[in-house]
């Protein structure tokens, strides 16, 4: 079973369709795309352009300053909790580090930032030069464009490190819970910048489970000290806990470095912990449709505060 739908995501690209604008999938990768709510393009990138991310990122981290972390690992519970609130939901805009828990103690990190790392978002894709060319590629637009979507917005981006033996699980679920829109329009793109394995936590993904739709959202409950909440998109209420999800037939997407992996608002996805010792870096961006008649909600919680500027366009020409 998983060697079949393995063998179906590396659909080639090279049949061109007639369109208003270049066309970059064919009519294959769109059909799968709609059945299986992904698709894998391999080779996205080449080994040029995931060394200049990889220096770019570690450049990032040469230029942080821990001490600008410190005050949420350092304060007493109840302070940490409404600073890392803060931190957290005021990221829209900026590059913020999000750390491995275990890396800090009494307030001071305890291990090189390199490899103390969990996440950096939210903004990498028009704060940093490298990342900007890579997140507003045309062809990132095609795509978009095809799978139905037309004025695509850069909502979000994140370069993700998976730790080599640290790297810990994502939970399933699915993207349209943190980026949502009414009617949902979320299009996730994640990049491998590593080689991708079952043991170095490569992604899972579950085909056609995108057809359930989004089941539940999580948004902001007031301003960012009132912290954050998932409410069942079908009566509003609140839920707490991780979704269940029925992850049996999932299938995991293991990837040279370069490959892209495109992903439905609605599909189940999710990773494993790295048992390796090799990392396994990624980067992502989430990208929504901003045109006429589709609603960003305002509790979202990922807002650009006001000197940010609004979400970028990624062009399709
Ligand atoms: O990189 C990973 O392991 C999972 C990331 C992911 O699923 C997401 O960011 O939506």
């Not at 943190?178 to 992604?203: H, M, S, V």
Request: aromatic content about 12%.
């Amino acid at each position: 079973m998983e060697e079949s739908h393995e063998a179906s995501f590396f659909v080639s690209n090279c049949t061109q369709r007639m369109s208003t604008f270049p066309s970059y999938l064919t009519q294959e990768q769109i059909d799968h795309f709609h059945r299986n709510g992904f698709i894998v393009i391999p080779e996205f990138w080449d080994a040029a352009t995931v060394q200049g991310l990889r220096a770019s990122i570690e450049r990032e981290i040469d230029e942080f300053d821990p001490a600008s972390s410190k005050t949420i690992f350092s304060t007493a519970e109840q302070d940490r909790h409404r600073r890392s609130n803060e931190y957290f939901l005021n990221s829209g805009g900026k590059i913020r580090f999000f750390w491995e828990e275990k890396a800090w103690k009494d307030g001071e990190l305890t291990m090189e930032p390199k490899v103390a790392i969990n996440k950096i978002g939210h903004n990498l894709h028009d704060l940093n030069k490298e990342f900007r060319e890579v997140s507003y590629d045309v062809r990132i637009g095609r795509i978009c464009r095809e799978l139905g979507m037309s004025v695509p917005k850069s909502v979000q981006s994140m370069f993700i490190f998976k730790q080599a033996l640290v790297g810990g699980e994502v939970c399933p679920h699915q993207d349209g819970s943190f980026l949502y829109t009414e009617p949902q329009t979320c299009i996730g793109f994640w990049w491998a910048l590593d080689q991708c394995r079952k043991d170095n936590g490569c992604l899972w993904v579950k085909p056609g489970s995108h057809k359930l739709g989004v089941q539940r959202r999580f948004r902001r409950k007031g301003g960012v000290d009132d912290g954050t909440e998932f409410r069942k998109v079908a009566d509003n209420s609140v839920t707490s806990g991780s979704e269940e999800w029925d992850i049996s037939g999932s299938v995991p997407v293991e990837i040279p470095s370069g490959s892209l992996v495109v992903l439905h608002d609605a599909v189940v996805h999710y990773s494993e912990g790295n048992t390796s010792p090799l990392p396994r870096w990624a980067y992502s961006i989430h990208v929504v449709d901003g045109k006429e008649g589709v609603v960003y909600p305002k509790d979202n919680w990922l807002q650009r505060e006001e000197t940010e500027g609004d979400f970028g366009v990624i062009p399709a020409v």
